[in-house]
């Protein structure tokens, strides 16, 4: 086995066991398909339930392995295919049980808790059917059900069209620098080249050859993203949302007012950060400061880490953590698990997944930066809060909610960043570098992700209108939100406002980015008491982690001690803001 890359033996010892698996999932769809009007019987329904859960368990694992191959090489063709195989099995499998909903709402509430009551085996589904009679009103009857699966297969369309279209078919761009160097720019090493980059025409040079694609296809992406829409609205209308937005935030009964409050406060009261701009523009002594000059340090920062040297700083900052949470950091970037060198083809970013009783993995693009060290922290908070719901959850219950997500992960970044602050001997290029640090972690994961969520609030407002979408429309909005919130004018650097075409989460998955805001409000509030040694407050905290996917997410928030319905979780974060830009400007001066 390779060094540092995954080793997905765990799942599959090979191909033949994962296609065997994939084909004894297929063969369990027509025998779900077959208790069709059936599961107002007792019997029946028993039969079915622990038959979904099996069908479940070997759907995930396929499709971990699946997906998990491909990302390691986009550019693989038989990995194309052997996820096309999963995610048609996928479609097959909901439109065959497209009538569970309808049947299972028709028994009502209290018979359904009955036979719950009456069947401890099957508690686990107990969160499941209390969300499916909370969303009874945009059921809809089986016929409408099994005739809205037909169109299960296009639904992902825009986001598999975004996917081949930006990564099959990327190709990387190269240049050469005023100073003479010829480099390659990609999606994983763009940001570092700018960061190093002297001259203004450079940094603009390595940011076209970037955002070139884009404009390339530009039309294309205007399309995709209305495609994406039109798939959201489509839904909207078929089940009855009063709006997109709504569409999203019903399903976890997460009220309306959380979204609307988190925008509100973070486009109003962007002061702190037009300040950190002006600040940075000053220091950096240039005559305009453009997006992309975000990735400039004010201070030095010349040290880079090896993998191993990164991994062992974030168990350094763990150390006063028990020993429970320490042993589960160290098992998540155990080898085999931690895929962490950009390569070809490989998908750009990072993430983490897990869930039923899978081991969670780790992707990584690791190129030996601080921001890789904090990348490292981040997913392994993800991957240690999935431990953790697996521990305290049942496998039905283990699946967290994105609403939840960002809150372990940010929570280390916190604590991180906390622990290099806390280094002895600091000097002032060291305490420019951290507070910078601090500040570019509340400007994007606050900031910048509210902005994108008010972004996908716009663009939705005008397809429920029935606006034209198209990349015109999607750039002079960006470009107005940017002079909201930065204070920035992105159409002077010609090719910014595509932005949104770079987000893939705009595309895969709508209405996400804002939980980076909420989360990482919430962590934020969490680790302070953390930190301030606050009596149980700790132990609040792994309360939450092992509370998985087992309740809705604002109630398992408000237990932890954050209340995302009032404005004060968004304000402290804004005045946290305005602190650190105020020390900044000290250490500045």
């Known amino acids: 086995m390779a060094e540092h890359v995954w080793n997905l033996s765990t799942l599959f010892q090979s191909e033949e066991e994962f296609l065997n698996t994939l084909e004894e999932f297929k063969k369990l769809i027509p025998v779900l398909a077959g208790y069709q009007g059936k599961l107002g019987e007792e019997e029946s329904l028993t039969e079915f339930l622990k038959l979904d859960k099996k069908a479940n368990m070997l759907l995930v694992r396929c499709y971990y392995f699946a997906s998990m191959r491909s990302d390691r090489n986009k550019k693989d063709v038989n990995n194309a295919q052997d996820l096309m195989k999963v995610q048609i099995a996928l479609q097959q499998y909901s439109a065959a049980i497209s009538y569970q909903a309808p049947e299972i709402l028709a028994l009502g509430k209290e018979k359904m808790d009955a036979f719950l009551a009456s069947h401890p085996e099957l508690e686990e589904y107990s969160f499941q059917m209390e969300k499916l009679f909370n969303e009874a009103s945009h059921v809809l009857s089986g016929k409408e059900e099994a005739l809205l699966s037909c169109f299960i297969p296009l639904s992902g369309s825009a986001r598999n069209?975004?996917?081949?279209?930006?990564?099959?078919?990327?190709?990387?761009?190269?240049?050469?620098?005023?100073?003479?160097?010829?480099?390659t720019v990609t999606q994983a090493n763009w940001t570092s080249l700018v960061s190093e980059a002297k001259k203004p025409e450079d940094r603009q040079a390595i940011f076209e050859a970037l955002y070139s694609y884009y404009d390339a296809h530009k039309s294309t992406y205007g399309e995709i993203y209305n495609l994406t829409l039109q798939t959201q609205l489509a839904d909207v209308r078929a089940r009855g949302y009063k709006s997109i937005l709504e569409s999203h935030l019903s399903g976890n009964k997460i009220p309306e007012e959380v979204f609307h409050t988190l925008v509100r406060i973070a486009s109003t009261h962007s002061a702190p950060l037009k300040k950190y701009i002006e600040l940075r523009r000053k220091a950096l002594g240039l005559e305009k400061h453009r997006s992309y000059d975000r990735?400039?340090?004010?201070?030095?920062?010349?040290?880079?880490?090896?993998?191993?040297?990164?991994?062992?700083?974030?168990?350094?900052s763990i150390e006063s953590f028990p020993q429970d949470f320490k042993e589960k950091a160290r098992e998540v970037t155990k080898e085999g698990y931690v895929d962490v060198y950009p390569g070809e083809g490989k998908r750009s970013g990072a993430y983490s997944n897990g869930g039923y009783d899978i081991h969670p993995f780790i992707l990584l693009n690791f190129v030996g930066e601080l921001d890789d060290v904090f990348t490292l922290a981040h997913e392994s908070g993800h991957s240690i809060h999935t431990l953790y719901s697996e521990e305290g959850q049942p496998t039905l219950k283990q699946d967290y909610t994105i609403f939840v997500a960002e809150i372990a992960s940010t929570f280390n970044e916190h604590n991180l960043l906390d622990y290099l602050l806390g280094s002895k001997d600091l000097s002032k290029d060291d305490r420019i570098f951290l507070l910078q640090k601090a500040i570019d972690e509340i400007v994007s994961t606050f900031y910048r992700q509210t902005l994108f969520g008010h972004y996908e609030l716009l663009m939705a407002e005008k397809a429920e209108k029935g606006e034209p979408i198209n990349y015109q429309v999607a750039n002079q909005v960006m470009q107005d939100l940017y002079t909201q919130y930065y204070g920035i004018d992105i159409a002077e650097e010609k090719l910014k406002p595509l932005v949104w075409a770079y987000?893939?989460?705009?595309?895969?998955?709508?209405?996400?980015?804002?939980?980076?805001?909420?989360?990482?409000?919430?962590?934020?509030?969490?680790?302070?008491?953390?930190?301030?040694?606050?009596?149980?407050?700790?132990?609040?905290?792994?309360?939450?982690?092992?509370?998985?996917?087992?309740?809705?997410?604002?109630?398992?928030?408000?237990?932890?001690?954050?209340?995302?319905?009032?404005?004060?979780?968004?304000?402290?974060?804004?005045?946290?803001?305005?602190?650190?830009?105020?020390?900044?400007?000290k250490e500045l001066a």
């Open 503 to 585: 987000i893939p989460h705009l595309f895969n998955s709508p209405f996400y980015v804002y939980q980076y805001a909420t989360s990482f409000t919430s962590s934020m509030l969490i680790y302070e008491r953390v930190k301030n040694k606050q009596p149980g407050a700790f132990d609040r905290y792994i309360d939450l982690l092992k509370s998985g996917g087992s309740d809705y997410p604002v109630e398992q928030v408000k237990r932890a001690g954050v209340n995302l319905t009032t404005e004060e979780p968004y304000m402290a974060v804004v005045r946290r803001m305005e602190s650190l830009v105020d020390q900044l400007e």
């Open 295 to 316: 990735f400039l340090h004010l201070a030095e920062a010349k040290k880079h880490y090896t993998y191993e040297e990164a991994k062992q700083l974030f168990f350094d």
């Open 161 to 183: 069209l975004y996917g081949q279209l930006t990564t099959a078919d990327g190709k990387p761009s190269t240049i050469t620098l005023s100073t003479g160097e010829e480099v």
